[in-house]
């Protein structure tokens, strides 16, 4: 292979769709969600993973949730 990017196959980006799809679905969204900037290919392809994962863990001191 070699070493400049014009001539290094990209063959992630040759998977079928549902292949990529359950790839990002293995990692945390917020990956899934970067993987967008790739490509036009890849704009909305984190728009069709199965699995959502949200860390709610990092809160901002102003997120107050209040019971009503």
Do not use: G, H
């Not at 292949?19 to 990692?27: C, E, K």
Request: aromatic residues 8%; charged residues 25%.
């Amino acid at each position: 292979m070699s070493s400049t990017s014009e001539n290094v196959d990209d063959r992630l980006s040759m998977l079928p769709e549902d292949i990529l799809s359950r790839i990002l679905s293995l990692m945390p969204t917020k990956y899934a969600v970067r993987t967008s900037v790739l490509s036009k290919r890849w704009r909305y392809t984190w728009t069709s993973v199965t699995n959502l994962d949200f860390d709610y863990t990092r809160r901002s001191p102003n997120m107050v949730c209040k019971a009503s």
